[in-house]
């Protein structure tokens, strides 16, 4: 059973920093892209960034230039640096790991696998 799991969300002002760290269990790390969406209240989810595996990175308009997202292999974890936080930034974020289609061949589903989210908490 694959588990991911995302922590270092915290209450920042704005202008403040954090990383959030996203850890994957299971042989798959390596392969496997990740990404990072969040949600606020009462929006709808929002794309972040992601990662594939082999580093290529994508970022979401409103997060581009200030969130950076990488990977370290050996330590199974992806991590979101956030810098130049605002308030709109508030909000659970999430990871998401997916499988490539040449193992789900073999395989079988589940393709992704999501963790339940951090809380990202940004005042003025």
């Given at each position: 059973?694959?588990?991911?799991?995302?922590?270092?969300?915290?209450?920042?002002r704005t202008g403040g920093s954090l990383r959030?760290?996203?850890?994957?269990?299971?042989?798959?790390?390596?392969?496997?892209?990740?990404?990072?969406?969040?949600?606020?209240?009462?929006?709808?989810?929002?794309?972040?960034?992601?990662?594939?595996?082999?580093?290529?990175?994508?970022?979401?308009?409103?997060?581009?230039?200030?969130?950076?997202?990488?990977?370290?292999?050996?330590?199974?974890?992806?991590?979101?640096?956030?810098?130049?936080?605002?308030?709109e930034d508030t909000a659970v974020y999430y990871?998401?790991?997916?499988l490539p289609s040449w193992w789900t061949a073999?395989?079988?589903?589940?393709?992704?696998?999501?963790?339940?989210?951090?809380?990202?908490?940004?005042?003025?």
């Amino acid at each position: 059973q694959v588990q991911v799991v995302e922590s270092g969300g915290g209450s920042v002002r704005t202008g403040g920093s954090l990383r959030l760290s996203c850890v994957a269990s299971g042989n798959t790390f390596s392969f496997s892209s990740f990404g990072w969406y969040r949600r606020g209240e009462g929006s709808q989810r929002e794309f972040v960034a992601d990662i594939s595996s082999a580093g290529n990175t994508n970022y979401g308009d409103s997060t581009k230039g200030r969130f950076t997202i990488s990977r370290e292999n050996g330590k199974n974890t992806v991590y979101l640096q956030m810098s130049s936080l605002e308030p709109e930034d508030t909000a659970v974020y999430y990871c998401k790991k997916e499988l490539p289609s040449w193992w789900t061949a073999v395989h079988g589903p589940p393709t992704e696998y999501w963790g339940q989210g951090t809380q990202v908490t940004v005042s003025a």
